[in-house]
Every structure is written in C-alpha cells, then in structure tokens.
C-alpha cells in the first residue's frame, strides 16, 4: 500500500510531537513556580498586560470560558491574581496580578532560554519558526 498516508509525513503529527516535547521541558521548570502549563499561558497575558478581562484573555488563548473559568480560580487561589468587578459595568469582570504574582514573573523571566538551549535551535531559527506557525495557525483559523 504505497500510496496510503504516512504518518511521518503528516503535518499535523509533526506539531503534535513538537507541542508534547515542548511541553515536556516545560513541566518541570513550571513546577518549580507552581503552575501547570495553561496556567502559564494566562500568567503571560496578564505579565504582558493587566488587568485583563476575562473574554479577552479566552480569546488570546482560544480559549472558551468553561476552560478558562478553572484556570482563573486555580491562580486566584494559588494568590497569584484576583477578579474584581468594574465599577462602570458590573458583568465585567477584570483579571489583576497581585504582587506574588508579578514577582513570579521575575522568576519565569529564564524559561524561554531553557526552552531555547533544549531545542539546540539559534534564536533566529525560533524566532522564524513562531512566525511560521503563527501564519499556519492564522490560516487554518481562516479555513476553518
């Protein structure tokens, strides 16, 4: 069967595995701070720029709010941020760092470094492989 698919020429199985082993060298340096890698990615909207509401950090994860909901908690109760209403519109719900929580940020200042000497990739060729999974992902957001 020489014209079925193969699964090493599968895109989609290429990112996968490259989005496992990221996770992988991930992990332990995460443990260390306490947080689990979906608590990171919201640790880093919110170190990029805060306070933040609620939908707007979902949609610069992608993600839906029965995912997000328990991650926010986890932090809350982890002290590293807390949800306060706007005093303009009271269904609006804003995402503050507290101080722990901004020191973190001092703390996971290294972890890109690590992931970077892990891959024994330069910071050029990182750098061009975000942009191109950044286009890929765009587009197939498009597709979809």
């Given amino acids: ?4 698919p193969r699964l090493d020429h ?3 199985f290429a990112l996968y595995s490259a989005s496992r082993a990221a996770t992988a060298v991930y992990r ?4 260390e701070l306490g947080l689990t890698y979906p608590q990171y990615l919201v640790m880093l909207v919110l170190w990029e720029n805060e306070p933040r509401g609620v939908k707007e950090i979902g949609e610069e994860l992608g993600l839906d709010s029965g995912t997000l909901s328990p991650l926010l908690k ?3 109760t982890l002290g590293l ?4 209403r706007s005093g303009e519109d009271e269904r609006r719900v804003a995402i503050h760092l507290t101080p722990a929580g901004r020191e973190l940020s001092r703390k996971a200042g290294a972890i890109p470094q690590r992931l970077a000497q892990a891959a024994g990739l330069t910071a050029e060729e990182l750098d061009q492989l975000r942009h191109t999974l950044g286009r890929l992902t765009a587009a197939l ?3 979809h």
């Fill in 10 to 12: 599968q895109v989609c």
């Fill in 81 to 84: 941020c807390e949800r306060r």
């Fill in 1 to 4: 069967m020489t014209d079925a």
């Fill in 28 to 31: 332990p340096v995460l443990e």
């Fill in 141 to 143: 957001h498009d597709a």
């Fill in 74 to 76: 986890r932090l809350e």
